[in-house]
């Protein structure tokens, strides 16, 4: 079970103010980055600012929850890296030293915060640390396996490996020459045979197993290209030590009322991480909705709006929260109020023209922020729902239809809703099914919109029109709605404006 995020008693919690010293004075210093890897050993102690440490640790997060989504669709290793690698140059690029790019401090700076940032907003449970050192172990290799072997062996000479592990010295490898040969009969690889390790045998049983290293004297000594192996289990082990400590420092940060909602915010997103809508989601220059249009867009929309939109069709009305979840998805997709409001008027044709002005009119006016509000959201409105916001609040009661339908619905339902909807391939149906019961609802809609599209993407992978990026997660009901229809609509006029504009 997951701890609550209120990890102390709130009477007993001290009222700080965070201008005063909380913590043992710190000494402030810049740190080298001389390999492009980091075993994170040292903790960061220069300034930042909060917004860089927010943006820095959700950069971060998009790519640990793409590393978890793939292997949720069991992707293989080589799918994984080619999907990741657009990914991680827009959010966490890390280039090589032979690159001499001018960015590599500020990369490896934010690569350095932003993983201590997320340590800190996952060491609470059990459970989420688990989750972190597994998916930092496979960030980790990702990067491993790109680089080459002489940024490979730089960064392993650099590692305190506190004489666990002992680099074996020229005059020995020469001495046992033939047998580290025969423990090798595939050979060794260019620019790798020089590199060996020794440590107690123990440590590596699989390789042992698999008679891919020399056993002599209780040490097992390990080619260049078996220590990646090594290297992670070494990661993993004391990523999840350091997490059991930071676990243990976690009730003096929860005092800092600057930090602990960012962290709370940003260990509650793991799952599927909170995306905010932004404009781009509409179609501006390529279609104007209008109320008339709504129906044929509909084929567009994810399977929480069509179910809305359906039921509305069947019922001639939705009650309140689907009524505002459709709004503002309406309203995202680039419905203006005038035509929202024709729409809904429409839409609820069993009542009159006075029951609907006095009773639903408003709401819609209210969402668009045309009425009511603070000062914050006066013109503005409410902006549309995330996925995450849909698959996290509380389940809808009887007669209720808002939320995210592979979240409230039973299985059986859910297949049979998705079969109407025009999703009839078997496979698909049962790893959703699978994906549900594991509670991964939005990696279930990603599959369904993956197969309902399988020739559109396809197409754009084969023809370099969209980039990987672009092909990330769904994470909005918008965003679906966008890909969908762009994707539906390849080579139009407009289209390949919009793609460009979507590129950015
Ligand atoms: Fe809608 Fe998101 Fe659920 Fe898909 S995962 S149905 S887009 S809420």
Redesign the pocket.
Known sequence: MQRSFARIDPKRRTILDHKKRQFAAPTWRDQEYKHRLNFYTIPPTAEITLEEFEEWAIARLKVLSEIEACSFRNRSAEETASYMKPILEKHLPLQSNSSRSTQLDAQRKKDHYSHFILRLAFSATEDLRHRFVRLETALFRLRWNEDDARERRDFVDSLDMGGEWEKVTEEEKKLLADELKAATPWGARKGEEEGWFKVDWEKVPDLVEHRKVLLKRGKAYVPMREQSSLLLAEFSRRLGDAMELTSRALPRIDEDDRLSPILSHLSTSFTAPETTYSDDSALDGFTTPTAASVDALSQHF????QHLHRTLRQNSHLKHFGRLQYTLFLKGIGLNLEECLIFWRRSFKLITDEKFNKEYRYNVRHAYGDVGGDANRRGKGYTPYS?QK??TEPLPGPGQTHG????TFAPDNLISLLQQTGVDDRQTLNEVRDDVKRQR??IA?NRVFEHKHRNEIKKVKEDGTWNGAQLDT?L??NE?FKRSFLLGHLGEENGNALRDEMRG
């Open positions: 994810p399977l929480c709006m996925c849909l698959t995210c339908p592979y979240r609802y939005h809609c769904i909005h009901p679906y």
